[in-house]
């Protein structure tokens, strides 16, 4: 199925963004526990990077293609 991608979200919901993707794929909804005292923390589970490459993927790529926009906002007398 074809998923629009927003280009043009302003910063807050950029981050909203960012952080529900984080909160659902990076820390799996709340299942990944960390350790306040253990420096090394715990084990990430072996599946780990091959389920989170493509989300990673996907917002390297949305943050290429919304930086031009906002260069434009904080520049604009540079930025044509």
């Given amino acids: 199925m074809l998923q629009l991608i927003p280009f043009h979200l302003g910063r807050t919901e950029q981050r909203k963004e960012s952080f529900e993707a984080a909160k659902e794929h990076a820390y799996r909804s709340g299942e990944l526990e960390g350790s306040a005292d253990d420096p090394y923390g ?34 604009p007398q540079i930025v044509p």
């Fill in 42 to 75: 715990t084990l990430l589970p072996d599946d780990y990077p091959e389920a989170t490459k493509s989300i990673a993927e996907r917002r390297a790529m949305l943050t290429g293609y919304r930086l031009p926009g906002l260069l434009q906002d904080l520049f």
